[in-house]
């Protein structure tokens, strides 16, 4: 059996995984590469694999950078099923569909072939099969795999697979848990061979406690200078835990009202997609909706869905908070507030999610004074907040605490989705720790299992 680094290799972004199992290939996510100059062109390398030749595509969860590249895998021969959780289908249909829109028009720009189409997404859709969490699946003869609640975003997996006598553990992303709405990370109880991300692991987050009082100083702070509030937030996650958290804040009033724009197609139809799922979430958020309580709707919150709606919030005075995709500044309608508001000493920017390095967001948070939004230059004058509480992504305490129930049975652990800093932090604290052999592979890597 050997198993191939193909994406999330010194990189938090682009997972993309090959297991040689007997005479079957299995691929477990395809995700695109995100953040630096090089991701675009990384995106469009040829693939280090025939499409044609994979049997079957298991997917941990439904950001972009896990699932990203699946219709350009259709496009190129993929035809083998693809399973995952039941609502990261309807997720994968909401956001593969706008990365089709965006790359449409980039390629058009360029006057290019896109990456895929929309005919690709669908045709990659067609693939996809729904699991429930804990149903143990055949794959072939001797290859059984199992998923289990991440904790990181709704539907996100870690995946148990199980073949020649031997257990592979693929982590996906990890929940920082506790957190709003979702329920925890799930204990893992047994792997030979464990992959495991780290986007933080080097780092330690704050408190459940300290991260809403720093929310809430900074809706106190951005009010009383009469300012605007930018938040820069991924669709799906970062999106859902700010409204619940705002709404708790708003409803208590224990913050001064004003006005709250959730100005993220993308992030508003996600939203509708988590009330089909409230069956997913944890106890705490399910006795809120069953006394009455909506999750995502507040006195001041208003979405924004069409672009004419989005341009209106200019016209409105601070103090208020804008929440807008994307998360890293990459692109979508933050853009704009960011455009008007950062040179604003009287706004904040608060990021709620990791900044891949490259990106705009994490040039602003790591202090430039200049900074290009839409090919201007724009000073950057506003006040910078960062509550790494609210990242998806569990830090280095958590993911040791993972780890510690399987410490005498885990051959190796390779570490993945994670810059080289961080992912050496946790590689040194795993043999600390444990004792166990703890590789960060490099792109193309392979190891026998």
Not at 106 to 127: H, I, M, N, S, Y
């Amino acid at each position: 059996m050997k198993l191939f680094f193909y994406g999330g290799a010194k990189n938090v972004t682009g997972s993309n995984y090959l297991l040689e199992a007997g005479d079957k290939k299995i691929l477990v996510d395809c995700g695109m590469f995100q953040g630096t100059r090089k991701s675009r062109e990384m995106n469009y390398e040829e693939w280090p694999y025939d499409p044609k030749k994979i049997d079957v595509l298991l997917v941990t969860h439904s950001h972009i950078d896990h699932i990203g590249k699946i219709p350009k895998l259709w496009k190129d021969g993929f035809r083998g099923k693809i399973y995952c959780t039941k609502s990261v289908v309807d997720f994968a249909r909401i956001f593969l569909a706008d990365s089709a829109k965006l790359l449409g028009y980039a390629a058009e720009r360029k006057k290019e072939e896109p990456l895929f189409t929309q005919e690709d997404v669908d045709g990659c859709l067609e693939l996809f099969e729904g699991l429930d969490y804990h149903k143990k699946v055949k794959l072939f003869d001797g290859v059984e795999i199992e998923f289990f609640d991440a904790g990181h975003i709704l539907g996100s997996a870690f995946i148990k697979l199980k073949t020649e006598d031997k257990t592979i553990v693929f982590s996906g992303d990890l929940g920082n848990s506790p957190v709003p709405i979702l329920r925890d990370l799930e204990q893992l109880d047994e792997a030979d061979y464990l992959l495991i991300e780290s986007a933080y692991g080097d780092r330690v987050h704050e408190q459940v406690k300290e991260r809403r009082e720093i929310l809430e100083d900074v809706i106190e702070d951005v009010h009383a200078k009469k300012g605007t509030l930018m938040i820069p937030a991924f669709s799906m996650e970062r999106t859902q835990e700010i409204l619940y958290e705002m709404n708790y804040l708003f409803e208590h009033h224990q913050v001064p009202s004003m006005p709250v724009y959730m100005d993220s197609p993308l992030a508003i139809k996600a939203t509708e997609v988590y009330k089909e799922y409230e069956h997913l979430f944890d106890k705490e958020a399910k006795e809120l909706i069953k006394s009455g309580d909506d999750l995502f709707k507040f006195p001041g919150l208003k979405f924004t869905l069409f672009s004419g709606d989005s341009r209106k919030i200019n016209m409105v005075d601070p103090p208020k908070i804008i929440i807008a995709g994307s998360g890293m500044s990459t692109g979508g309608r933050i853009l704009f507030h960011e455009q008007r508001y950062l040179s604003d000493p009287n706004s904040i920017i608060l990021f709620v999610g990791y900044q891949v390095e490259g990106t705009l967001g994490r040039r602003i948070l790591d202090g430039e004074s200049r900074v290009k939004v839409f090919g201007k230059e724009v000073n950057v004058q506003c006040n910078k907040v960062a509550i790494g509480g609210y990242s998806a992504h569990a830090d280095q305490p958590h993911l040791l605490e993972w780890i510690k129930p399987i410490r005498n049975q885990v051959k190796k652990i390779f570490i993945v989705q994670g810059e080289e800093v961080q992912a050496n932090g946790l590689k040194y604290a795993i043999r600390d720790t444990f004792g166990i052999d703890a590789i960060v592979p490099d792109y193309g890597d392979s190891f026998e299992l």
